[in-house]
């Protein structure tokens, strides 16, 4: 069982990125999925996820109308899409899978990706 983020780097605030989680050992859609990140000196926060439960999508209100989460069946792979990013989005990323979500409110996950870092600076 393995997830493998990707996509993260250097970008200018008010640019895009499209951060990317491939799945092996295991099917992604048969779970709850999500996204979190760890900026420097905070702790970890969800960022947005899918339920498995309800097929809702859900997001943190710091990123509603900027990211999008998205699932790819046939690739086995999670996307998210980020629009607008400002300097606060800056943190290593991190896909998740196996917990829960609703609103802005996220269970243990079980799997994790090893974090992709996004640094939004000029």
């Known amino acids: 069982v393995q997830l493998q983020a990707s996509g993260g780097g250097l970008v200018q605030p008010g640019g895009s990125l499209r951060l990317s989680c491939a799945a092996s050992?295991?099917?992604?859609?048969?779970?709850?999925i999500g996204w979190f990140r760890q900026a420097p000196g905070k702790e970890r926060e969800g960022v947005s996820c899918i339920s498995s439960s309800d097929g809702i999508t859900y997001a943190a209100d710091s990123v509603k109308g900027r990211f999008t989460i998205s699932r790819d069946n046939a690739k086995n792979t999670l996307y998210l899409q980020m629009n607008s990013l400002k300097p606060e989005d800056t943190a290593v990323y991190y896909c998740a899978a196996g917990g829960w979500c609703h609103n802005s409110d996220y269970g243990v996950f079980g799997f994790w990706g090893q974090g992709t870092l996004v640094t939004v600076s000029s």
């Open positions: 050992g295991f099917t992604l859609d048969d779970y709850t």
